[in-house]
């Protein structure tokens, strides 16, 4: 065989097991990207508190199930949401009626609220 001829055809066989072999990929890189958009949309806001106040009480489910996420797409795949995106990420509280606040900053200090959950997305 040269090199100057062409591959044989794949079989019906192989092209569905190329397929089978591609779509977990595809699908983790879906994910991935539509993970990194919604954390986009908050953090890139040059007011994420102003986003976070416009979810309203969505936001706590929003926050829970994009940890979750991440948490999944890090098991599938150690260091993959290591990306500028999550870099940009506040703490956050998430508070018992769905609302999620940013944690204040160091100089001042924080209200104790032991109803409340504090998450610190880094």
Request: glycine fraction near 4%.
């Amino acid at each position: 065989m040269t090199t100057l001829l062409n591959p044989a055809k794949p079989t019906i066989a192989q092209c569905r097991a190329q397929r089978a072999l591609a779509l977990p990929r595809m699908m983790f890189k879906r994910l991935l990207r539509s993970w990194a958009e919604g954390l986009d949309a908050v953090w890139s806001s040059p007011n994420p508190a102003d986003v976070l106040a416009a979810m309203g009480t969505q936001a706590g489910e929003l926050f829970t199930r994009s940890e979750q996420l991440r948490a999944f797409l890090e098991a599938q795949q150690p260091g993959s949401t290591a990306i500028p995106q999550f870099a940009k990420a506040k703490p956050y509280t998430i508070h018992p009626d769905g609302t999620v606040t940013l944690v204040p900053t160091p100089e001042a200090a924080p209200a104790a609220n032991s109803k409340s959950e504090i998450r610190n997305s880094k």
